[in-house]
Nanobody, 126 residues
Framework: QVQLVESGGGLVQAGGSLRLSCAAS????????MGWFAQAPGKEREFVAG????????GYADSVKGRFIISRDNAKNTVYLQMNSLKPEDTAVYYC???????????????????WGQGTQVTVSS
């Protein structure tokens, strides 16, 4: 079993930045592909960014390309989401997700992930 705990959410003005963190435990972190998803009120949970187990492969939703950066520190068992140039439409609960992986790729489908954190709220004011 993998436990995921997100932190770093909050209220920020449009144009500002936030960095989300997700600490993982319960399994060797370097065997996990990781992802971030966002769920706005009344909407489905959507892919934001994904990263392979070694960090060499990353992917992003079109809506965040050039603004968000996903990274990981396998020594600290933590994945990050650096969010820059935030927009009001980025307002959502952000969830960290994980799955065991031996292929070295990242995943963008919600049903590819087996473990989820509790979420952290990000609110961007205009």
């Amino acid at each position: 079993q993998v436990q995921l705990v997100e932190s770093g959410g909050g209220l920020v003005q449009a144009g500002g930045s936030l960095r989300l963190s997700c600490a993982a435990s319960g399994r060797t972190f370097s065997t996990l592909a990781m992802g971030w998803f966002a769920q706005a009120p009344g909407k489905e949970r959507e892919f934001v960014a994904g990263i392979s187990r070694g960090g060499g492969s990353t992917g992003y939703a079109d809506s965040v390309k050039g603004r968000f950066i996903i990274s990981r520190d396998n020594a600290k068992n933590t994945v990050y989401l650096q969010m820059n140039s935030l927009k009001p439409e980025d307002t959502a609960v952000y969830y960290c997700a994980a799955r065991s992986d031996y292929s070295g790729t990242y995943y963008y489908r919600r049903d590819n992930y087996h473990y989820w954190g509790q979420g952290t709220q990000v609110t961007v004011s205009s």
